[in-house]
């Protein structure tokens, strides 16, 4: 009677065996490589995940530096030079210091300047009342309001103050992650350097903006014309600085008659 239940299991022990030898001989010959360097470049590395570099994530960016040299390794703002210094000396290249680089909100129709036209009821978010009609707000390019922005920096950068996100530029690393967060896409990425910026990204023409909000650009063309270094152009009826020329005179800055040119040169980020 014992034979008839021995049998089996001796069999399914058997097999048991069978195919751990197998998974183990199959370890050996089909185990991925680990790249040393990948994992030391990884490590040195912030793991912010935020894509500011150009790549997928940390990474991505670990193993484009350790596998093609051609690829920068001052690419990391989060990280900022000090990240980018751990990074040469692991993979032995010459050191490149980081452009530092901040948040700016090309927005300032505070409570005082603008106003809300409807009373949202549903998720309170950015997101989730842009995707009803378009925006509470007057101005269908105006900041929400909700704070995405806000919850998605893990840097504690950004608030809001009067209805408006605000970056401390002291806290900002430049990372993006809040870029990709705003639905009215009023967020862009600039350069330490860079500090005359223009609070306002509405598409109306002058008359309406000026009429929904004290604070937005009525595409006069003054600063354009004011600039002696070609920096400012009228694009989609709103004033556009090119960091790249900018030199940061505060020229335009008085000329504006709305007072949406502004200067942050006392706060600039530093990296």
Same mark, same amino acid.
Request: proline letters at 3%.
């Given at each position: 009677?014992?034979?008839? *239940?021995?049998?089996?299991?001796?069999?399914?022990?058997?097999?048991?065996?069978?195919?751990?030898?197998?998974?183990? #001989?199959?370890?050996?010959?089909? /185990?991925?490589?680990?790249?040393?360097?990948?994992?030391?470049?990884?490590? @040195?590395?912030?793991?912010?995940?935020?894509?500011?570099?150009?790549?997928?994530?940390?990474?991505?960016?670990?193993?484009?530096?350790?596998?093609?040299?051609? @690829?920068?390794?001052?690419? &990391?703002?989060?990280?900022?030079?000090?990240?980018?210094?751990?990074?040469?000396? #692991?993979?032995?290249?010459?050191?490149?210091?980081?452009?530092?680089?901040?948040?700016?909100?090309? +927005?300032?129709?505070?409570?005082?300047?603008?106003? *809300?036209?409807?009373?949202?009821?549903?998720?309170?978010?950015?997101?989730?009342?842009?995707?009803?009609?378009?925006?509470?707000?007057?101005?269908?390019?105006?900041?929400?309001?909700?704070?995405?922005?806000?919850?998605? &920096?893990?840097?504690? /950068?950004?608030?809001?103050?009067?209805? @408006?996100?605000? @970056?401390?530029?002291?806290?900002?690393?430049?990372?993006?992650?809040?870029?990709?967060?705003?639905?009215?896409?009023?967020?862009?990425?600039?350069?330490?350097?860079?500090?005359?910026?223009?609070?306002?990204?509405?598409?109306?023409?002058?008359?309406?903006?000026?009429?929904?909000?004290? /604070?937005?650009?009525?595409? +006069?063309?003054?600063?354009?014309?004011?600039?002696?270094?070609?920096?400012?152009?009228?694009?989609?009826?709103?004033?556009?600085?090119?960091?790249?020329?900018?030199?940061?005179?505060?020229? +335009?800055?008085?000329?504006?008659?709305?007072?949406?040119?502004?200067?942050?040169?006392?706060?600039?980020?530093?990296?």
């Amino acid at each position: 009677m014992m034979e008839q *239940y021995l049998f089996p299991i001796l069999i399914v022990t058997g097999i048991g065996l069978l195919a751990g030898v197998i998974l183990t #001989v199959a370890s050996k010959f089909m /185990a991925v490589k680990v790249n040393d360097a990948v994992a030391k470049v990884r490590d @040195v590395l912030p793991g912010a995940n935020c894509g500011a570099c150009g790549y997928a994530g940390c990474d991505d960016y670990a193993a484009a530096l350790a596998t093609d040299h051609t @690829v920068k390794a001052n690419l &990391c703002t989060p990280g900022g030079s000090s990240a980018a210094l751990a990074v040469s000396k #692991v993979l032995g290249i010459k050191f490149e210091s980081v452009e530092g680089k901040y948040a700016i909100i090309k +927005c300032f129709g505070t409570f005082d300047k603008t106003r *809300y036209i409807m009373d949202f009821k549903g998720i309170q978010s950015c997101n989730a009342n842009k995707m009803f009609y378009r925006g509470r707000g007057a101005c269908s390019r105006a900041c929400l309001g909700y704070g995405d922005c806000v919850k998605a &920096c893990g840097y504690g /950068a950004i608030s809001l103050v009067n209805g @408006v996100a605000v @970056v401390d530029k002291r806290k900002c690393v430049g990372c993006s992650v809040c870029v990709k967060k705003c639905p009215n896409h009023l967020i862009s990425i600039v350069p330490s350097g860079s500090t005359t910026y223009v609070g306002c990204s509405s598409p109306d023409n002058g008359a309406r903006t000026h009429k929904i909000c004290k /604070a937005g650009c009525i595409a +006069c063309r003054k600063c354009e014309k004011v600039c002696k270094f070609d920096a400012i152009s009228i694009s989609n009826n709103t004033a556009v600085i090119d960091p790249a020329k900018c030199r940061n005179c505060g020229m +335009c800055i008085k000329e504006c008659p709305v007072g949406i040119i502004k200067s942050n040169k006392k706060k600039a980020a530093k990296n």
